[in-house]
């Protein structure tokens, strides 16, 4: 069983210590991949996984975050979780890493942040209950099948 590495403090704060891998640069620096590809791998992966109602959401020149943002939802924390880590590796298997990935802890709603696409994975309860589909009503969205997704 390995030990933990200890945290430093650096600058008063306590920071964990830098990987000893480094992964791939983010999405924003590889300039061969389109944003709109990053959104179907993660649709994919989401798929592969059984995530239901998956939709991606056009929102370029609507904010500054993203350009897309990849909706989908488990039944279960367990099934999220899955659903989160399978994007994360598959995205990562592509050479892309995100710069943000929030809410696996408590898995009800998962935030994976690619830069130019912003993934949400959430339990049905929390999918409801913030209602994104409904703030970007008027977006565009990407046909999203099970066909289409294994295209790319």
Do not use: C, N
Not at 8 to 24: N, Q, Y
Not at 91 to 106: D, F, K, N, T, Y
Not at 131 to 150: I, K, N, Q, T, Y
Request: charged share 30%; aromatic share 4%.
């Amino acid at each position: 069983m390995r030990a933990k590495p200890k945290k430093k403090k650096v600058d008063g704060r306590t920071r964990a210590p830098a990987r000893l891998k480094e992964r791939s640069a983010p999405a924003r620096e590889r300039p061969g991949i389109e944003a709109q590809k990053i959104a179907i791998l993660a649709a994919t992966a989401g798929l592969d996984k059984k995530a239901v109602g998956v939709e991606i959401i056009d929102v370029t020149g609507k904010v500054d975050y993203a350009d897309y943002l990849v909706l989908m939802t488990g039944h279960s924390d367990r099934h999220v979780t899955a659903i989160a880590q399978a994007v994360d590796e598959l995205l990562s298997r592509e050479g892309l890493r995100p710069i943000s990935l929030e809410g696996l802890p408590q898995a009800s709603w998962v935030l994976i942040d690619f830069v130019d696409v912003v993934v949400h994975v959430f339990e049905e309860q929390s999918r409801s209950l913030y209602d994104l589909d409904g703030l970007w009503m008027d977006a565009r969205r990407v046909p999203v099948s099970e066909r289409a997704a294994s295209v790319s």
